[in-house]
């Protein structure tokens, strides 16, 4: 079957390979995605089965032997032309691979590879659902079962759905102003998007678990908001993991005094702040009529 201006949509298969902490991407050297990023893959051919199918276009494009495991995502890939007709359409299916042996190198198809770690989600130019297959493999290979990556805006209901779900049983202890400056709008969250470097924790599911904001004021200070940590996933180290990636984004950019506020009806989130070398700073600021408490960490060396 011809590729381009196809009469039905081409079978295609993704894999998706975690690897030391680390996924492997790869650079298109050929038509449609010439010079754009993803996760090896290709077209099936005829006797194979899928699985056998990615496990062959990972040998073929980069060197490795992989075993394909279980079904991350099946993804539509169209291609409309100026014309209005419809010049690719593949459908393709991700598996989550393991390496068997071998080392990564640009073979047929491919011009670059390079392995990522989470935190750089978000920093690449991934086509398409790619940053998200990858998220999705990261979970699925963590023993945590959940990976912090960097948020885009596309992330924005997710975020506010985290926020609200982890502050709800909160609200009767908050301001009708507060309660709503700590969850977001849909205005205020691309605020936040755009003002700030955002985390967020994700599941092998794909949900949105937990959040953190960052920024830089001067510098030599940054200040972190927004951790929320929804319900169910709270003392299982996603605010670890979520403060870890927010101090290190910041160390990276000189930081050498952290700040944060939080507010009474949080006790757990002080003590937690506490645990991790915040200290309270004695100033007490006014939070749409709520006290409002900063904390305060001296922050040493560089990141990893």
């Known amino acids: 079957m011809k590729r381009e201006y196809p009469d039905r949509p ?4 993704g894999a998706v390979m975690i690897h030391d902490g680390r996924a492997l991407i790869v650079e298109r050297a050929a038509p449609p995605r010439k010079g754009e990023w993803t996760v ?12 056998q199918g990615a496990e062959r276009e990972v040998l073929e494009e980069t060197g490795l032997v992989v075993e394909a495991g279980e079904v991350l995502e099946v993804v539509d890939s169209i291609y409309p032309d100026s014309r209005g007709g419809t010049e690719y359409h593949y459908v393709l299916i991700d598996f989550l691979c393991r390496v068997i042996s071998g080392e990564a190198e640009a073979r047929s198809d491919v011009s670059r590879v390079r392995w990522i770690r989470p935190e750089e989600l978000g ?3 991934l086509i398409g659902k790619t940053e998200q297959v990858i998220a999705k493999g990261f979970a699925r290979s963590s023993p945590s079962g959940f990976v912090v990556r960097r948020a885009r805006e596309r992330d924005a209901d997710e975020i506010l759905a985290c926020l609200g779900a982890a502050f709800e049983p909160y609200r009767e202890f908050y301001s009708r102003e507060a309660f709503e400056d700590t969850t977001l709008t849909r205005e205020t969250v691309y605020s936040r998007l755009s003002d700030m470097s955002v985390f967020v924790a994700q599941d092998a599911s794909g949900e949105v678990i937990g959040t953190i904001g960052c920024k830089m004021v001067d510098c030599e ?5 927004g951790m929320a940590v929804r319900s169910g996933w709270q003392g299982r180290g996603v605010a670890e993991q979520l403060l870890r990636v927010a101090e290190s984004e910041l160390r990276a950019r000189g930081c050498q005094r952290l700040t944060l506020d939080t507010t009474a009806p949080l006790k757990r ?7 991790n070398g915040y200290r309270p ?12 408490f900063e904390y ?3 922050l040493r060396g560089r990141s990893d």
């Open 281 to 292: 700073s004695g100033k007490v600021g006014d939070y749409h009529g709520m006290p409002l």
């Open 221 to 225: 200070e940054g200040h972190l908001r």
């Open 123 to 125: 920093t690449m130019p």
């Open 40 to 51: 090896p893959g290709g077209v099936l051919e005829l006797g194979e089965t899928l699985r």
């Open 10 to 13: 081409v079978v295609a298969v």
């Open 296 to 298: 305060v960490k001296a």
């Open 269 to 275: 989130a002080m003590r937690f702040y506490e645990r």
